[in-house]
């Protein structure tokens, strides 16, 4: 199975609100990185944060990393209708060279 | 200093034929992995090459498909024989270390459709 599980699956705010995002992972990490993509597009790299970090900022984008329970967040503060995309973490596990992707939150922010 | 650049965008092909991908890393990166995304689903490793290497094939199917990261030129992802399922996404990415995809350094995707 995918190491990074993100939830909720889809999530639907107004322009705004604040989005918040999680991701869970099975293995010890070097980092763990979110992207964006939005429909029928690449990826966008968000933020990396390595494992002995605990928040990251970002502008808008703030990260949480709890090693302890292996999971992570993102928030996504005043959203706008421009953040509609879908979101995933992926890690890179400890002594590994593959990053392994999540299979997303689609977020849908209401104009 | 371009990006990671993928050709085709889009790619048609009939069940049976050919698909060859190719992946042009950033200057300087010597590492290149792909990935496929199916519709609505997250990125799946698939392959990961240095120059003239292949490192972990462990995420690719044993049949019909093969990579290549020659000395010089793109790599390349073929996959021979497309069935309907082939239909996907397909990112590269590309690092300069061994340390996995960094930051900003994916290909903009060709996008397989098999009819």
């Known amino acids: 199975s995918q190491q990074g599980e993100e939830d909720p699956q889809a999530l639907s705010i107004q322009e705004g609100e604040n989005a918040t995002m999680n991701c869970s992972y099975k293995?010890?990490?070097?980092?763990l990185q979110w992207y964006r993509q939005n429909s029928g597009r690449g990826l966008v790299h968000l933020i990396l944060?390595?494992?002995?970090?605990r928040e990251k900022h970002s502008g808008r984008l703030r990260v949480t990393l709890d090693t302890s329970k292996k999971s992570s967040s993102l928030l996504i503060t005043a959203s706008r209708a421009a953040d509609t995309a879908s979101y995933f973490c992926?890690?890179?596990?400890?002594?590994?060279?593959?990053?392994?992707f999540g299979a997303g939150t689609r977020l849908f922010v209401k104009a | 200093n371009a990006g990671v650049m993928q050709n085709p965008r889009h790619l048609v092909r009939r069940r049976g034929q050919e698909a060859r991908l190719r992946c042009s890393p950033m200057?300087?990166?010597?590492?290149v992995y792909w990935y496929r995304q199916l519709p609505e689903e997250g990125l799946k490793f698939m392959v990961y090459?240095?120059?003239?290497?292949?490192?972990?094939e462990s995420g690719m199917p044993k049949e019909r498909f093969s990579a290549e990261f020659p000395k010089e030129g793109p790599s390349i992802l073929r996959i021979q024989q497309v069935v309907r399922g082939d239909s996907a996404a397909y990112f590269c990415?590309?690092?300069?270390?061994?340390?996995?995809?960094?930051?900003?350094?994916f290909g903009q995707g060709t996008r397989l459709t098999v009819v």
């Open positions: 990415a590309s690092s300069p270390t061994a340390e996995g995809p960094p930051e900003a350094f």
């Open positions: 293995t010890s990490i070097n980092n």
């Open positions: 944060i390595r494992s002995n970090e």
């Open positions: 992926a890690t890179l596990s400890t002594g590994g060279f593959k990053t392994i």
């Open positions: 200057k300087g990166h010597s590492h």
């Open positions: 090459l240095q120059k003239e290497n292949i490192i972990d």
